[in-house]
């Protein structure tokens, strides 16, 4: 059929346009994040990519939400500032009748948005969990990058070596600054090499020198070595001993184990999906244009509307970890009142009602005296 291909061909241009914008503005965005986390020693600097691709595929459903939602506003706001709609509505066509191959085009990212906010999302983020945790675990001397000053994972040594040898266990100029004890240590030789002894592994100092100071500023002590050795063995990454986070968790997992935290992750979970849902209706009811006005005030409220609609599930999240409302209630009260609201909204602009048409129906017709 004419109308339902012709409106399918448009949304998917400015869908598309729309997505490839929207998913380079967060990718730019998540890659500022991660360079930041991993000049931090929060991340592998060489995962830091990685890191990226999972935080945008995280954040897809909203991306994709919001494509969706902007490309319908801004299709049926084109057409009605260009009188095609005029065309469609003498044609037979109502406001109502647009219903179908909207949601045609949009069942398959609707399933998409679904998809990535129960399964992908929490699957995501255990990879960038799991990168932290093994990056954080690592020993301090693979923490270390050549020519640059690195903190020990414990936080109390900070570590510089210039590893100008092909061989991983060994390096140059040496200098380790640690606080233990309530002494603060200044290490510094010109070469070291990692050794196993009886399981754990030292970092063996050749030709350097020692400085012990109190931190109130006494007992100084300087000492020379021709060798010393320090303990930098690590802890052994125990998965089970890590409890994951809410927003690791699976969704049936989450289902299992109803308890208010658990319960506020999936009402954000399952809100992304009825949010897409809904924002196919509200961006019906809300793309009519005067066709001598511009565009850009439907845009400005759609953005609007969005940013509110999801301010609010976030919202709601926190609230229902409080306790302070239970999850089927807010599910009904937010997504099912905006949906009925969007079902009303869209009712008026299709049967045109009107405070001006609802009183003249109701006022009484007067008779004509015959002359």
């Given at each position: 059929m004419l109308f339902h291909s012709s409106i399918r061909k448009e949304l998917a241009r400015s869908f598309g346009a729309t997505l490839v914008v929207l998913v380079t503005v967060v990718m730019t965005m998540m890659l500022?994040?991660?360079?930041?986390?991993?000049?931090?020693?929060?991340?592998?600097?060489?995962?830091?990519?990685?890191?990226?691709?999972?935080?945008?595929?995280?954040?897809?459903?909203?991306?994709?939400?919001?494509?969706?939602?902007?490309?319908?506003?801004?299709?049926?706001?084109?057409?009605?500032?260009?009188?095609?709609?005029?065309?469609?509505?003498?044609?037979?066509q109502g406001l109502a009748g647009f219903v179908?191959?909207?949601?045609?085009?949009?069942w398959p990212v609707l399933l998409v948005i679904s998809v990535l906010a129960l399964a992908v999302w929490p699957w995501s983020n255990r990879q960038i969990q799991d990168m932290k945790d093994r990056f954080e675990k690592r020993g301090d001397i693979e923490r270390v990058s050549p020519g640059l000053f690195q903190e020990s994972a414990g936080g109390n040594r900070v570590f510089f070596i210039d590893k100008d040898s092909r061989d991983s266990r060994t390096g140059k100029n040496i200098f380790i600054s640690e606080t233990e004890s309530g002494k603060e240590k200044v290490t510094s030789a010109r070469g070291g090499r990692i050794e196993t002894i009886t399981g754990d592994r030292f970092l063996m100092l050749s030709n350097g020198q020692r400085v012990e100071n109190g931190t109130n500023g006494t007992d100084l002590k300087v000492s020379d070595f021709e060798e010393y050795g320090t303990r930098i063995g690590?802890?052994?990454?125990?998965?089970a001993a890590i409890a994951p986070a809410r927003a690791a968790l699976d969704t049936?997992?989450?289902?299992?184990?109803?308890?208010?935290?658990?319960?506020?992750?999936?009402?954000?979970?399952?809100?992304?999906?009825l949010a897409a849902l809904n924002f196919v209706v509200i961006a019906l009811a809300i793309s009519v244009v005067n066709p001598r006005a511009g565009r850009s005030g439907n845009l400005l409220f759609a953005l609007f509307s969005f940013v509110v609609y999801y301010d609010t599930i976030n919202l709601g999240q926190s609230w229902?970890?409080?306790?302070?409302?239970?999850?089927?209630?807010?599910?009904?009260?937010?997504?099912?009142?905006?949906?009925?609201?969007?079902?009303?909204?869209?009712?008026?602009?299709h049967y045109q009602w009107s405070l001006r048409n609802l009183l003249a129906s109701r006022r009484p017709v007067v008779a004509q005296p015959e002359t």
């Amino acid at each position: 059929m004419l109308f339902h291909s012709s409106i399918r061909k448009e949304l998917a241009r400015s869908f598309g346009a729309t997505l490839v914008v929207l998913v380079t503005v967060v990718m730019t965005m998540m890659l500022i994040r991660s360079l930041g986390q991993a000049s931090r020693g929060s991340v592998n600097p060489s995962e830091v990519m990685m890191v990226m691709g999972y935080s945008v595929l995280g954040h897809l459903p909203t991306i994709l939400t919001l494509s969706l939602f902007i490309a319908i506003v801004a299709t049926l706001s084109r057409m009605y500032s260009e009188s095609e709609m005029v065309i469609w509505f003498s044609s037979g066509q109502g406001l109502a009748g647009f219903v179908g191959p909207l949601f045609r085009f949009s069942w398959p990212v609707l399933l998409v948005i679904s998809v990535l906010a129960l399964a992908v999302w929490p699957w995501s983020n255990r990879q960038i969990q799991d990168m932290k945790d093994r990056f954080e675990k690592r020993g301090d001397i693979e923490r270390v990058s050549p020519g640059l000053f690195q903190e020990s994972a414990g936080g109390n040594r900070v570590f510089f070596i210039d590893k100008d040898s092909r061989d991983s266990r060994t390096g140059k100029n040496i200098f380790i600054s640690e606080t233990e004890s309530g002494k603060e240590k200044v290490t510094s030789a010109r070469g070291g090499r990692i050794e196993t002894i009886t399981g754990d592994r030292f970092l063996m100092l050749s030709n350097g020198q020692r400085v012990e100071n109190g931190t109130n500023g006494t007992d100084l002590k300087v000492s020379d070595f021709e060798e010393y050795g320090t303990r930098i063995g690590v802890r052994a990454l125990d998965a089970a001993a890590i409890a994951p986070a809410r927003a690791a968790l699976d969704t049936v997992v989450l289902l299992r184990d109803p308890t208010a935290p658990n319960l506020g992750e999936l009402a954000w979970r399952m809100g992304l999906a009825l949010a897409a849902l809904n924002f196919v209706v509200i961006a019906l009811a809300i793309s009519v244009v005067n066709p001598r006005a511009g565009r850009s005030g439907n845009l400005l409220f759609a953005l609007f509307s969005f940013v509110v609609y999801y301010d609010t599930i976030n919202l709601g999240q926190s609230w229902i970890e409080a306790g302070k409302i239970g999850f089927p209630g807010f599910m009904l009260a937010l997504h099912g009142g905006v949906l009925g609201m969007a079902l009303l909204w869209l009712a008026k602009r299709h049967y045109q009602w009107s405070l001006r048409n609802l009183l003249a129906s109701r006022r009484p017709v007067v008779a004509q005296p015959e002359t």
